[in-house]
C-alpha cells in the first residue's frame, strides 16, 4: 500500500493553519481545520523534457499568432482586368501588410457612386494599372497588425475608407487635411479596396467602429456619411439657421437631412416631388420641388425669408450649383460635394463679391470627422436604409446605378 503524502502546496498551507490554532499556540485558538491530504504520490518533474512538456501545454497563447493561422492563402473578390470590362469574382491572394498596416476581414461593404466611375475609367485622377478591386465603405475585424501598429489589436473591429493612407509630413497634413495629402493613399483606386474579404488599409486611417454598432449598416457611413457630415461643417451654418439640401432625397441626401438635423439646423430639402414625404419623414422642416417653379432662386429667398445660411450640393448637377450660389443668404456659404461628369459652372463675379458669398468644395472628411460621423449613427441619431446583398450582386448593383434605381445605400455581403 503506497503512503499517502501531502502535496507541497497544501503541506504549507497545514503549517499555516496549525500555527493559528491551539494546537501550535497561535492567536486564533480553536480555528484550526482538517487537514487534507493529496491522496496521489507525488513528485517533482524528474527530467528536463518533462518540464518543458508541461510548459508547451500551459504555455499563452498568443492571440495573434492563432488569428495568423486562421487567415487562408487566396479568398474571394471582385476584380476587373480593364476599365468598363468584366467584373469578374474570383479567387485572388490575401494581401500582404507592412509594418503600420492592418488586415480587415471584411465582413460588410457598402457601394458607392465612386466606385462605379472607377470602374468605368472615367474618374479624372491616375488610378493603379488594373486588375483593381474596388470598393471603400469596408467593415469588418482586424485579424492581422503590423510590428508598428499600437491603435488596433486583434479581434477590434475596424472601418476601410475612401483614405487609405496619408504620408502625415507634408503641409496638408501637419494642417490636419489628410484627405488632401500629396501622397494620398485611395482605396479601390490606387490600393486595393473592400469588395474582398481580406483587406489592408494604413492603421492610421482605418476607423475605429464603436462596439454594438451594426457592421451591414454602418459601411456607408465611412463614406456617405462622413462626406455629407463633414460638407455641413464647412458650410458653417449654426443651429437655428437653415441649410438647404439639393439632391435631398438620394443617398447622400437622406443622410444629410439627418445630420443637419441632429446638429440642430433647420432644413430646406431641394428634390423632385416625389422625394417630398421622403425628405420630410427623416426631417426637413421645407421642401421645394425645382421642377415645378419657373423661377427657383426666388421661390427659395422667399421660402426661407432671404435664403438659407448655407447650400449642400449633393445633386449631380451643374446647374443646380449654379443656382445655389444664387439664393444663398448674403454672408452665405455654398458647398460642392457631388461630382457631375466634365461639369463647369459660372458664376456671377459681381454679386458674389458684393455678397460675400464663399464656395468652396468638400472632399470626405478626417480621422476626426469619421470619429464623429460615427458617433452620430451608435447614438442613433442618423440612420440609412441598406440593401444587404451577396458580393456576386455587385455587376447588376453597377447597372442598377446607371439606370438611377437604387434606393438608399447597397451593402455587398462578402461571404455570401
Not at 469596408?138 to 476601410?160: L, M
Request: net charge positive; aromatic share 6%; proline share 5%.
Amino acid at each position: 500500500m503506497a503512503t499517502t503524502r501531502l502535496h507541497p502546496l497544501l503541506s504549507i498551507w497545514r503549517t499555516n493553519r496549525l500555527i493559528g490554532s491551539n494546537r501550535l499556540g497561535g492567536a486564533n485558538r480553536g480555528r484550526g481545520g482538517p487537514v487534507v491530504a493529496y491522496k496521489t504520490p507525488w513528485r517533482p518533474f524528474s527530467t528536463s523534457s518533462q518540464l518543458q512538456f508541461k510548459q508547451a501545454r500551459f504555455r499563452r497563447v498568443d492571440p495573434q499568432e492563432v488569428m495568423a493561422q486562421t487567415v487562408p492563402a487566396t479568398q474571394k473578390a471582385a476584380v476587373f482586368d480593364e476599365f468598363g470590362g468584366k467584373l469578374d469574382i474570383r479567387e485572388i491572394p490575401v494581401p500582404e501588410i507592412g509594418p503600420d498596416d492592418i488586415l480587415v476581414k471584411v465582413q460588410y461593404s457598402g457601394v458607392c457612386h465612386t466606385d462605379l466611375h472607377v470602374w468605368l475609367g472615367d474618374f479624372p485622377l491616375q488610378t493603379k494599372a488594373p486588375p483593381i478591386v474596388g470598393g471603400h465603405e469596408g467593415a469588418g475585424v482586424v485579424v492581422k497588425a503590423g510590428s508598428n501598429v499600437t491603435n488596433f489589436k486583434i479581434g477590434d473591429r475596424a472601418g476601410i475608407k475612401w483614405i487609405n493612407g496619408s504620408c502625415l509630413c507634408c503641409e496638408q497634413c501637419k494642417r490636419g487635411s489628410e484627405p488632401t495629402c500629396d501622397k494620398i493613399v485611395l482605396s479601390g483606386f490606387t490600393r486595393d479596396g473592400s469588395f474582398q474579404q481580406y483587406a489592408a488599409v494604413k492603421a492610421t486611417e482605418a476607423a475605429p467602429i464603436p462596439d454594438g454598432v451594426d457592421l451591414a449598416n454602418v459601411a456607408p457611413i465611412l463614406c456617405a456619411g462622413v462626406t455629407v457630415y463633414k460638407a455641413l461643417k464647412e458650410s458653417n451654418v449654426k443651429a437655428g439657421e437653415i441649410v438647404a439640401i439639393t439632391g435631398a432625397g438620394g443617398g447622400l441626401g437622406s443622410l444629410c437631412i439627418q445630420y443637419a438635423k441632429a446638429m440642430g439646423m433647420i432644413v430646406l430639402a431641394i428634390d423632385a416631388g416625389n422625394k417630398e414625404e421622403h425628405c420630410k419623414s427623416l426631417g426637413a422642416d421645407l421642401f421645394i420641388d425645382p421642377f415645378k417653379t419657373n423661377d427657383l432662386v426666388s421661390a427659395v429667398q422667399l421660402l426661407t425669408e432671404g435664403g438659407p445660411h448655407g447650400v449642400i450640393n449633393v445633386a449631380t448637377a451643374a446647374r443646380a450649383m449654379e443656382e445655389s450660389a444664387k439664393y444663398v443668404r448674403t454672408r452665405g456659404t455654398v458647398v460642392l460635394v457631388a461630382l457631375p461628369r466634365d461639369a463647369k459652372i459660372t458664376l456671377d463675379v459681381f454679386f458674389t463679391v458684393v455678397r460675400a458669398i464663399t464656395v468652396k468644395g468638400s472632399y470626405v472628411g478626417t480621422r476626426q470627422d469619421t470619429d464623429e460621423a460615427l458617433g452620430f449613427f451608435a447614438r442613433g441619431q442618423v440612420k440609412i436604409p441598406t440593401e444587404v446583398v451577396p458580393l456576386s450582386e455587385l455587376p447588376a448593383i453597377y447597372d442598377r446605378m446607371q439606370k438611377y434605381q437604387i434606393n438608399g445605400r447597397v451593402v455587398l455581403d462578402l461571404w455570401k
